[in-house]
């Protein structure tokens, strides 16, 4: 007797699709209407490391943690642009300063969002576009400049808004609990409350102890229980790249900080993308208490001969060793990889 593949029970065609990477399950949904319906919804929560640009290609490859594959995307928006990353969303900019926001390109279909030109800045140049973050209602901050200053802009906006801070080069920006808030060299959290009297002014409203403090990269990350940590990356300007990283728990109410030995079942994603945190378990293929990170010393893109991504991989909390997660190279000039939160 012939067998036909539409009529499978929807229950079995149900529990085949669970657990499949988005892609995967992208195309078990195009194989008929059947199994469409009986799909799980799409949804992940494994990133995607979206690898170097390749000169001349309109697709672009992701690493698939969940399964361990390379995935390609048409993606002709993002060919030859420098690309960042925020809440599953890629930022692009390219040598005319045009910004486009991407929906993630993990689910399917595809919404642009366009950002005034960061010529509306002095000065500004591609690669001193350093950082980038949106808010749940889209609005965006980025630091820009030689010296990581920061900029605003919120939908309706023409311009960038110059945010009024301290002078000191801003390592990281995320938005946490309604407002925007960035730490600078000087082991400074600043505050720009975006729905209060003064959104375009930023105020220094905790130091961290000026001997934690790494002279390297510094990020700022919201914890899978909600509470704001800074991380510290030591090594990236050495030849053999990053070999620690310090993480560090802020109550910014209490004004106090202290050291995080073990992120328990949680690991973070840490590169040129805005950090995250995920709650991970072995059926993903991420690693508990991790740091999961790509390599953002932009010296590596500018002056290396490869460029840079060469100073990735997973840093174990518990013993301070470090392991790769993708086996093959990936390196460019100006767009190495990335991680891809996911988000739907
Ligand atoms: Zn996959």
């Known amino acids: 007797m012939e067998r036909n593949w539409a009529d499978l029970l929807p229950e079995l065609l149900g529990s085949c699709s669970q657990g499949l990477c988005p892609n995967d399950l992208s195309a078990f949904r195009a194989v008929c209407r059947s199994w469409r319906s009986a799909a799980v ?53 390219g040598r005319d300063w045009e910004l486009h926001m991407l929906k993630n390109p993990m689910s399917r279909g595809s919404h642009i969002i366009n950002l005034p030109n960061l010529n509306k800045f002095p000065n500004i140049e591609v690669e ?18 030689y010296n990581a200053r920061l900029g605003l802009w919120k939908p309706g906006d023409e311009e960038w808004t110059k945010v009024d801070h301290p002078s000191s080069f801003n390592f990281d920006v995320i938005f946490y609990r309604g407002c925007f808030y960035a730490l600078n060299a000087n082991g400074h959290i ?48 050495r030849p053999r790249g990053t070999f620690r990283f310090h993480v560090f728990e802020i109550d910014l109410v209490a004004q106090s900080w202290r050291g995080i030995k073990t992120l328990k079942n949680s690991s973070l994603f840490l590169g040129w993308n805005s950090s995250f945190s995920l709650e991970v378990d072995e059926k993903h293929h991420i690693k508990p208490n ?12 500018r002056v290396t001969k490869d460029g840079g991504g060469k100073d990735m991989g997973i840093y174990h909390l518990q013993d301070g060793t470090i392991e790769p997660h993708f086996q093959g ?8 990889p990335l991680w891809i939160e996911p988000n739907f």
């Open 290 to 301: 991790c740091i999961y990170f790509t390599d953002d010393f932009i010296d590596n893109s």
């Open 190 to 237: 600043l505050r720009c409350d975006v729905n209060g009297p003064t959104p375009s002014k930023a105020q220094v409203v905790f130091e961290m102890p000026r001997d934690l403090l790494g002279l390297e990269q510094m990020y700022l990350v919201q914890s899978t229980t909600g509470s704001l940590l800074v991380v510290s990356r030591r090594g990236q300007y």
């Open 128 to 145: 001193n576009l350093r950082r980038y973050y949106h808010s749940y209602d889209f609005r965006v901050m980025v630091t820009y400049y």
């Open 329 to 336: 190279k990936s390196y460019s000039h100006y767009s190495p």
């Open 41 to 93: 919804e799409e949804s992940s929560d494994v990133p995607w490391l979206m690898l170097a640009d390749k000169k001349g290609k309109r697709c672009r490859e992701f690493f698939c943690l969940q399964c361990q594959r390379v995935h390609k995307k048409f993606m002709p928006e993002v060919k030859a642009r420098r690309c960042f990353s925020s809440r599953g969303w890629v930022l692009t900019i």
